[in-house]
């Protein structure tokens, strides 16, 4: 399954480097007219991780760039140290864009969405069998997030001690919201970035702990839809007699919220 | 700003293969401990592309692999070959894993979440300063996104004809939810995928066209959220009395669906 460093090289076109003056290989290495001729495929290679190494790891880079650079950076950045190429030629600032929900817009939690894209960085591929799998790892983890008492993760020397919530939703702004009511602190309170720190290493950990089971084919979903939400999917789902939504998650966190059936 | 195939080598650390053989660049080159150290620095070098052409691309690719996929894939593509690396040693098959709301959750639009991710690659880097333009650029796009009739793209040979409808929202389960109603079409059929791909389409020319705008130092934003939303947030966001809400985003979409202050 390892990928060697001169495999991937030899994938990226650039193996031409080999025989050739430095000078010289700008002109000898055409540029390729297809995109992603030069990635290696996926699934990139996978190794078991330390998930509670990553999660300190993840609670440190929240500190630096947020939740989305924080989980998809801690776990490429033990895949890097372990495996090398091609998570060495990663770019982890990119991951940046997805903080507090998208750009600050309070969409998918951040740490969420880098928890996916790594899943399928290592459990995808364009084999629709592999996006099946990916796809099953994410939902339970976005599941998990939603039904758990979070942040689960307590670093070694927390700045502040935390309150749990269970967000019912994979979206940032719920999640911050009814995680301020708790603790009554405000949104841009150091006791908050503390929590959402917490929170990406209560992801990453997770997520690694899921990846490790699936990598020797012991991953099992363990967080199903609640029984209200797959009664909505009954008559809104794929196959109903209205078969109007797609949503695979909790409906109830928005919808209902006055006791009667929701117009949009 | 364009980085030359040699830089970014040099930036990778694998330049040295330009003076060792192939077979013996495994052993010289050793694997980084720094996770990225081989990745060219953010922003990644863009030039003005074809808005015109990446929508047609971006509508094509959608039915490969869906919306995700599909407008990172065109927009990075159309830079693969216009420029070559660092494009294209990138995995375009990685963002599959946002398509229908990421793993078919529902949650953020798949178009947008790509969008947001290929701004970050070329307009955002660790500087606070780039970050803060990637993000603008970004919340342009998602609020061009909610406040506009879409699909806005039509294709040369479009599979049916389509319904327009103004989202409201970046999440992919309302606006697909929407677009069906209005169209009498189920989220399964055809026609809905048709749908998806002109909005695939649409989302990468929009995102085209302010890129090209932000490369000539010609970008404003023109989408600022409505008055209703800013009310919202003089009680909510950071520095008013509650101060427990982080969300750029339209409140009315999903909150006061029944005419009353919402209880989370």
Known sequence: MKLSRRGWLKNAGIACFGATAGGMATSLCSASTTPSAGAPPLPWPYVKLDPDAVAAAAYEMHYKAGCCYAVSGSIIGELARKIGAPYTSWPTALMTYGGAGVAGVGSLCGGLNAAAMVTFMVAGS????????????????????????????????????????????????????????????????KEREERCACLSGSVAKHTVELLNAHLVGEFKPAHPLSVETQSCRKCHDKGSVLENARAQQDCGVCHFTNSSHPKL
């Open 126 to 189: 364009s084999e629709k069998e592999k996006q099946g799998k990916a796809s099953e790892i994410t939902r339970d983890i976005f599941n998990w997030y939603a039904q758990t008492p979070l942040p689960s993760f307590r670093p070694a020397q927390p700045k502040f001690e935390n309150v749990q919530i269970v967000s019912r939703t994979n979206l940032c702004h719920i999640s911050v919201t009814k995680w301020c009511k708790a603790s009554k602190c405000k949104i841009s309170s």
